[in-house]
């Protein structure tokens, strides 16, 4: 089982930037995908990207697709996402999760991920 921890986010203005970050320990990081979701006040929790366990291989939700960057670092155990041109709409907590397999899960849903941080608010002000 992994233990995620995720950090990096705030209150940002429309337009502009932030890195969040996702520790991970107890697991072998190098083995399995990742991916972020996110999930506003009585909203469900959904699919914002992925990436495979080597970084070769991604995939955006349509909805960030050309804005965030998905990225990992196996040497420090850590992965990223660089948010920019944030929007109102991108306001809500975002969760790291790990997949039970070096592929991205084929379908983008939270059910096929294994382990989940705690969260971090992202709140982006018009």
């Known amino acids: 089982q992994a233990q995620l921890v995720e950090s990096g986010g705030g209150l940002v203005q429309a337009g502009g930037s932030l890195r969040l970050s996702c520790a991970s320990s107890?697991?072998?990081?190098?083995?399995?995908?990742m991916g972020w979701f996110r999930q506003a006040p009585g909203k469900e929790r959904d699919f914002v990207s992925a990436?495979?366990?080597?970084?070769?291989?991604?995939y955006y939700a349509d909805s960030v697709k050309g804005r965030f960057t998905i990225s990992r670092d196996n040497a420090k155990n850590t992965m990223y996402l660089q948010m920019n041109s944030l929007k109102p709409e991108d306001t809500a907590v975002y969760y790291c999760?790990?997949?039970?397999?070096?592929?991205?899960?084929?379908?983008?849903?939270?059910?096929?991920?294994?382990?989940w941080g705690q969260g971090t608010q992202v709140t982006v002000s018009s």
């Open positions: 107890g697991r072998t990081f190098s083995s399995y995908a």
């Open positions: 999760a790990a997949a039970p397999s070096p592929l991205i899960p084929s379908i983008p849903h939270a059910i096929l991920y294994d382990d």
């Open positions: 990436i495979s366990s080597s970084g070769d291989n991604t």
